[in-house]
């Protein structure tokens, strides 16, 4: 799925009234509609609270008096507050026509705001994305009121304030929504922890926007998703994938699935090894073979049978690389250490490789000490920073748009993949493209679900049916899927890294197109 921009928002609407013959009341009509089914979701059958929507002067403002019109047809209790302005949109002004009567409505007074009534849910129909500028005055007032009272919010489209794709000024006031409903496609907005506060939870609504448009039109950022079942353009219905796991053929023979060498472990790190050599393996790899200091021999052999050992002749850290002719890729890094023979290993790892890496943990934080190396990665290695990793391999970053901006140069100028992880883990490819994952939970914020992520990429770059970049999605798509799998028996709390890597078989099932 595609993120774009606001001004291509804007022109998808224009595209979806022309390819359909509707009028942007109609689209209006569709957006109010879908509002009000979740309304009905929300409160349906238990008490229903009463509603105040706040509206603006454009369109965002339209949606909620095309809403506060539905919402008193089904007999909620609504009132609507208007921002004072100047000049109002077309729709707005066909929609507050259509207000029935019985909607109280009133002007709002930045210099004597009401306190809000607890227990009512405001609607936020402020600005949506056609805000040019950073709030000031009137409407700043609003919304530093509406922040104050606490109250339960349904954003709109978009929490007010906040602009869809590019940084606000951080004095600037934004709308902290409970929840956003936004239309058709999420917000590149949405997907940044620094706006996580303003957003709340959100969804997407369909309303039917052209797609058209969307496939033809041009962005770098993308989603990857679990696969959505089609009854529309297919009958039987069947399942769409972003990617997947190709079948194994009837005959199939290890080899297909390749042979991965992991080097991972130092002492008191033989943990990371272990996760990460299980992840590989509950991957799907033909053959693993793990490269451990001398002292993890016993550990690595005892717990991961399936695997091969070569213990190193040091007994805390690794010194030595493999002869690494028998491989198809190589992953360095959980547990790692940073001694000085390790680095001289992954130099010369970089030097020689012929077959896909994959680089984590120690590994990357050894780059990111002697940032030459960086001349020496091979093409579409796959780096897995965190937040913290990628600040040492780079710089620090102004705010989490400017990161994102970091992480494609980086990827562009190593033409490598690089795997940002986190909440929505974005995957930067070396053509500058960028992906954002939509599983895992914040259970999996806790240690070794890293070098869990790094033994299934390796399996998947090891399995020659797939290209790097779908390799890398699926591994990171599979990754938080397994968490999310694994989530519904331990909670967040009780998510422990092993449970990921008992999950991984599971979760690659559902992804097997
Ligand atoms: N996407 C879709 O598919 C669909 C979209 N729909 C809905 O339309 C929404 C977009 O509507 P929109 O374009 O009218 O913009 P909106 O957000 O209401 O704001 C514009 C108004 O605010 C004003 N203004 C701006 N900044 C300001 C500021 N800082 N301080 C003060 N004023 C400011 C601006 O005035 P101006 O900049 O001209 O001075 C103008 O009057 C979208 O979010 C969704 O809810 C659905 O109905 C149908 C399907
Ligand atoms: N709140 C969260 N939501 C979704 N995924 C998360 C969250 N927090 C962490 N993760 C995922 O868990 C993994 C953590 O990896 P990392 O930061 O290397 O930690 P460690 O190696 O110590 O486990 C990453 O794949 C990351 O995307
Ligand atoms: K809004």
Redesign the pocket.
Known sequence: MKILSAAQ??D??QA?MQEQGIT?VE??E???QALSAWFYEQYGYGEIPEILLLC????????GLALARLLQEANFRVRVALLP?D???T??QHNRQRLPRAVPVAVLDPANLLPITKGTVVVD?L???????????A?AAVVQWLNEAHAPVLA???PS?LFADQPQPADSPVVRATHTVT??LPKLAMLLPQNAAFVGEWTVED?G?STAFIEQADTPWHLTRLPQETTIITNPPRLLYDVSLPRRDKFAYKNTFGHALLLAGSQGKMGAAVLAAGACLRGGVGLLTVAVPGGGYDILQTTRPEAMCLPDKHADYITELPDLAPYQAVGIGPGLGQDAASLAVLRQLLRTAKVPLVLDADALNLLGSHRTLLKLLPPDTVLTPHVGEFARLTEKARDDYHRLELLRTFAREHRCIVVLKGAYTAVADRDGQLYFNTTGNPGMASGGSGDVLTGLLLALRADQRLAPLPAVRLAVLAHGHAADLAVQTTGEAGLVAGDLVAHIGPALRDLTA
Do not use: V
């Not at 603006?56 to 949606?63: A, E, I, L, Q, T």
């Not at 600005?127 to 005055?137: A, D, E, K, M, V």
């Open positions: 928002t804007r998808l609407d979806t942007s689209l209006m569709r957006a109010a603006g002067p454009g369109n965002n403002g339209g949606d302005a000049k109002h949109s729709d707005w129909a600005f949506g994305t056609g805000l040019s500028r950073p709030l000031t005055g409407a709109i489209d978009l304030g239309f058709g309303i926007l």
